[in-house]
């Protein structure tokens, strides 16, 4: 048995598998030969006898004898090439008349480029509006905020899933305006001059600009204006950064729900079947695998746009030709890898579970430190010294704080209700209510409803 890769049958989606696949970009490639000899055919250069054997042989793809061809010759292209022209008869003998490889590799590129992040957004889009749903039906359940992962103040829950929604929204935009900015190389020769066709032409009713401009109508995509034998590599530099950009927040939303599942913060859960097993060693453990999975994929999707970053700052003058191998592997794998993590995501927020009980345990143990605060403020309007105050209240909470950590309930409300210096200020009663943390969220839930509203006018159900 040969090796075979994760992304043949573990991840990413049957539909962006054949988008990636041998027979979808052979079948790319011969629509592009297909269009050049018509447009040629329109210049006279062509007879119709011989597009009509074009175009007959256009989709029966053999991927079998391009390879036997290819183990002679080492050159894919030209082995997909010499398969089309035996099943073309008189056709063939014209097939790729003033193309260069890049011409025609390039352009299918950036079509199944497109293909891959209309997919994407899609999936996307999906996101946000689960998304949506779990901010809007949490934007009032407090839970505790954390910095330096250690409890802070309260948010709510609906107000945390928002954060995290916002950086999603700005991911969509960017990469809605790169698909609709993606461009090809065009149809310029060797070294993107186009000479060969300029000479070809001549003195006949089609010119170059003619023939590229009908060749991009064909295939759906503009042409850069100025192209080497290639695109400019910088464009699959902003593809893969701005893929790894979206990976890096979804790889922080990941992260964070593997920590929220686990035990002393737990709030959030990925879901787990019913027959799922968590541990070959341990039958009881409930392991986050959806988040680490994400979590493991986007750390990989980040390392693709170096290698992008160096195919284009190392091609040399009109083209060199260490770009190729590795763009065989990162264009395809970067947009499985990422088409993965958006299914796993999808799946997690279709069936996300929210604890509330482990919810209230841990504000109760430690949201009444947060709303210390609010008694201060109190205090400090009653006539107190804010200075005198917030010593006091930093002892108590000391005490308090090492009661919970040893795991008793926190006390703290006893001990500052019952302190005659702060009682000369504050009823007993009022330091009490003061210490309910729950009502302590300021505009989070405001703020998390006006995210989820955002979200849905952004993707109304017409556009589905």
């Known amino acids: 048995m040969n090796y075979e890769s994760p992304y043949t049958t573990r991840y990413g989606s049957d539909e962006m598998r054949s988008l990636w696949s041998e027979r979808t970009k052979r079948l790319a490639w011969r629509k592009i030969w297909l269009a050049v000899a018509e447009v040629q055919a329109a210049a006279g250069l062509i007879t119709p006898e011989q597009i009509d054997t074009i175009k007959e042989s256009r989709d029966k793809v053999d991927i079998e004898r391009a390879r036997e061809i290819e183990a002679e010759i080492k050159h894919d292209l030209m082995a997909e090439l010499k398969t089309y022209a035996e099943q073309c008869g008189q056709g063939g003998a014209v097939l790729h008349w003033g193309l260069t490889s890049a011409d025609v590799q390039d352009n299918a590129e950036i079509v199944r480029q497109k293909a891959g992040l209309t997919m994407l957004l899609t999936k996307l889009r999906k996101s946000l509006l689960l998304l949506a749903d779990h901010i809007a039906a949490w934007a009032d359940q407090p839970v505790m905020g954390y910095t330096h992962l250690q409890p802070a103040e309260p948010v709510t829950l609906g107000y945390r899933l928002a954060g995290y929604a916002q950086d999603l929204m700005l991911h969509f935009e960017q990469l ?37 401009a009908t060749v991009m109508e064909v295939l759906g995509i503009e042409a850069f204006p100025i192209s080497t034998q290639t695109y400019p590599r910088v464009q699959d530099y902003l593809l893969l950064s701005s893929l790894s950009g979206l990976a890096a927040s979804l790889h922080k939303m990941a992260f964070d729900l593997r920590i929220l599942q686990a035990p002393g913060f737990r709030t959030l859960s990925e879901p787990f079947g019913e027959k799922q097993v968590g541990s070959s060693a341990m039958p009881f453990k409930r392991n986050p695998v959806k988040a680490e999975k994400i979590c493991s994929l986007t750390r990989q999707i980040a390392s693709f ?17 260490d770009d190729s191998a590795n763009r065989r592997s990162t264009i395809p794998e970067v947009f499985l890898a990422m088409d993965e993590v958006l299914l796993t995501l999808n799946s997690i927020l279709e069936h996300l579970f929210v604890d509330k009980q482990a919810i209230q345990r841990t504000m109760a143990s430690y949201g ?97």
């Open 176 to 212: 809605a305006r790169l698909r609709m900015n993606l461009r090809g190389k065009g149809i310029k020769g060797a070294v993107g001059s186009s000479a060969t066709f300029h000479e070809m032409l001549s003195g006949t009713n089609v010119t170059p600009q003619m023939l590229e």
């Open 368 to 464: 009444p430190f947060a709303a210390v605060e609010r008694v201060l403020n109190e205090l400090v309007r009653a006539g107190a010294d804010r200075q005198q105050m917030h010593e006091r209240l930093r002892e108590h909470s000391m005490v308090a704080w090492e009661a919970v950590e040893n795991g008793s309930e926190n006390p703290l409300a006893d001990h500052l209700s019952g302190d005659t210096t702060l009682l000369k200020y504050l009823q007993p009663a009022k330091i009490r209510d003061l210490l309910h943390a729950d009502s302590y969220v300021g505009l989070s839930p405001q703020k998390a409803r006006e995210m989820a509203a955002a979200i849905r006018k952004r993707f109304p159900p017409s556009e589905e």
């Open 305 to 321: 746009s170096h290698t992008a970053w160096e195919n284009s700052a190392l091609s040399l003058l009109e083209r060199t030709l």
